[in-house]
């Protein structure tokens, strides 16, 4: 195993020791290629670099106490990264070769999955890219799909602590029919720069509003939202949020520890209303949130009143990544072992 300083690991890159690739050309994807190099020789002209041809993906992989390695919902992410590529015209990654892929980058880097209990995990990032020369504003006839890892700390040095959030109105992470349900690099170039000034103001992130009314709430910077209030898990319904596969974890398991769960549009206001509010998403999977200002009016939204994550906010987040590491049984069938 790689002696690395897994407690002080940061969420960021790390060079490990192998990458996956694979070629979509003539119609049909090619062999499956291992390579040591951290570059790629990309085509100047390549769709991906200027029309933005490009979509990815974010999982992980856990160490168990019993030294087994999990995979958690790799077939979500392969089916949300062929919704990406279909919603911006790119070749689609079948099912299988997504899995031999991300099985063979771990496999092929075992000694960078942070040992159990490190509070680190394995982070996979599948990387789908318009490879091919284009001029014109039309798509691809070559792909490159490349899956890299890297060891990551917890997103957030302090732990499951709440952080600050600011609305912002002045950007717009995506719009209503645009591609903000789908994990292709445009949306996330919209976000930097109120995600910016948020960091700047002292925020943990920005939260997005629906981009017609500004009424509702999308997105919590590159998370999902949801709110809980009377034993019930709220989330927003809107085209242009990711559909975050930690926010339908939650879901499933609020219901089955006897919460209700509701998908619908949140108003703003309602933050008035809520007993818990929470980020949710791969990196973290819960941020709680304390409070929330209004870039706006400067109203503030005070959510927690003693500065502590809310009871039922700690049970989900011990209960998923107790599914996560292997500490809790799991009845849902999320897990797969790679050997
Ligand atoms: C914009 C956005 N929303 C939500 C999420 C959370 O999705 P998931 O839980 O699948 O990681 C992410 C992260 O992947 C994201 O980038």
């Known amino acids: 195993m790689e002696t690395l300083d897994w407690k ?35 085509h100047m002209a390549a769709t991906g670099l200027h029309y933005g041809q490009e979509a990815f993906e974010g999982m992980k992989a856990f160490m168990g106490k019993d030294g087994r390695i999990r995979l958690f919902r790799w077939d979500e992410n392969s ?37 159990y209990g490190s509070g680190a995990s394995l982070y996979i990032r599948p990387l789908l890219i318009g490879s091919g020369a284009q001029v014109g504003v039309k798509a691809a006839s ?21 952080v600050k959030m600011m609305i912002t109105r002045t950007f717009d992470r995506a719009a209503p ?15 930097l720069r109120a995600l910016d000034v948020a960091h700047h103001k002292g925020y943990a992130s920005a939260l997005f509003l629906d981009a017609r009314e500004k009424k509702f709430i999308d997105e919590a910077g590159p998370a999902n939202f949801f709110g809980i209030k009377d034993n019930t898990y709220v989330t927003p319904e809107s085209n242009s949020i990711l559909p975050s596969i930690t926010n339908k ?6 219901l089955d520890v006897g919460m209700k769960v509701e998908i619908r549009p949140v108003p703003v206001e309602e933050l008035d209303t809520f007993e818990e509010v929470g980020a949710c998403g791969t990196a973290a999977v819960i941020t ?18 003693t500065g502590e994550p809310g009871e039922i906010s700690r049970r989900l987040y011990e209960k998923l990544t107790g599914i996560q590491t292997g500490d809790l049984p799991d009845p849902y069938g999320w897990i797969e072992f790679v050997s």
């Open 288 to 305: 709680p949130v304390e409070s929330i200002v209004d870039e706006d009016t400067g109203k503030i939204y005070q959510i927690s009143k």
């Open 79 to 115: 089916m949300r990264m062929q919704k990406s590529a279909e919603g911006i015209m790119m070749a689609k990654v079948p099912d299988e070769l997504f899995h031999q892929c991300i099985v063979k980058a771990v496999q092929m880097n075992k000694r960078f999955v942070p040992p």
């Open 142 to 162: 070559e792909y490159l799909f490349l899956v890299f890892i890297t060891p990551v700390g917890p997103y957030f040095k302090e732990g499951f602590k709440p």
């Open 8 to 42: 002080s690991l940061p969420f960021g890159y790390i060079k490990t020791d192998y990458n996956v690739r694979c070629y979509y050309r003539n119609n049909q994807w090619g062999e499956i290629e291992i390579s040591s190099s951290e570059y790629i020789n990309l």
């Open 177 to 191: 029919l645009g591609t903000g349900h789908i994990k292709v690099g445009g949306n996330y170039a919209a976000s």
């Open 249 to 254: 974890s939650l879901q499933q398991i609020a």
